[in-house]
Structure formats: C-alpha cells, structure tokens
Nanobody
C-alpha cells in the first residue's frame, strides 16, 4: 500500500502561482511512476501530467504545457506540481496518483493509488 497526501492548494488570482506537493508513505516511492490529475465540478477527471519513477522528463497535457512543471524528490518521497500563469479554468480538485508501471499513463485507471485531493481555485 502507498498512501499519498497532497498539500499546497488554495485560492489564487489569475496569473498567479501555486506549488502542490504529494508526499508518499512508502520508502519504495522511487519505484512508482507518478501522475497528477484534476477534476472540476461537473467534469470528468483529466490528466494533467506525470513523471516516471526514474525522474527525468515529465509529460503534460496540452492545456498545461508550458505553465506547469512536475518534479520529484525520491529522497523525500515527494512529487511536486509547480503551477504558473494560472487561469480560472485551472480551478479543480487536484489529485496525485501512483502506478507501479514504468511509463506515464494518461488513463486514470492505470494508477493504483490516489491521494485525497487538494482544491485549487483561481479567481478572475
């Protein structure tokens, strides 16, 4: 089992920035590929981005590419989502997720463990 706890959400004005953190409970965190998803009211959960177990390049959805950055610190069992130039349409509950596969997947069903989510609200 891997427990994931997100933090860092909040209310920010359009154009602002936030950094989300996702802390994992397990020492074998470095073996998991991590993803970030979000879900806005009335909408399906969507892929935001992900990073492989080994780190390196991250992958992003087109809607956030160039504005969001994912990184991980395996020594701290933590993955980060740095969000810049935020827009009102970025408002959602953001979730981190872990999967034992090596590749980043855009499919939420491919992930084995999920955090409880953290609310991000961007005001116009």
């Amino acid at each position: 089992q891997v427990q994931l706890v997100e933090s860092g959400g909040g209310l920010v004005q359009a154009g602002g920035s936030l950094r989300l953190s996702c802390a994992a409970s397990r020492r074998t965190f470095s073996l998991y590929t991590m993803g970030w998803f979000r879900q806005a009211p009335g909408k399906e959960r969507e892929f935001v981005g992900g990073i492989r177990w080994s780190g390196g390049s991250a992958y992003y959805s087109d809607s956030v590419k160039g504005r969001f950055t994912i990184s991980r610190d395996n020594a701290k069992n933590t993955v980060y989502l740095e969000m810049n130039s935020l827009k009102p349409e970025d408002t959602a509950v953001y979730y981190c997720a872990a999967r034992s596969g090596r590749a980043v997947s855009t499919d939420s069903d491919a992930y084995d463990y999920w955090g409880q989510g953290t609310q991000v609200t961007v005001s116009s």
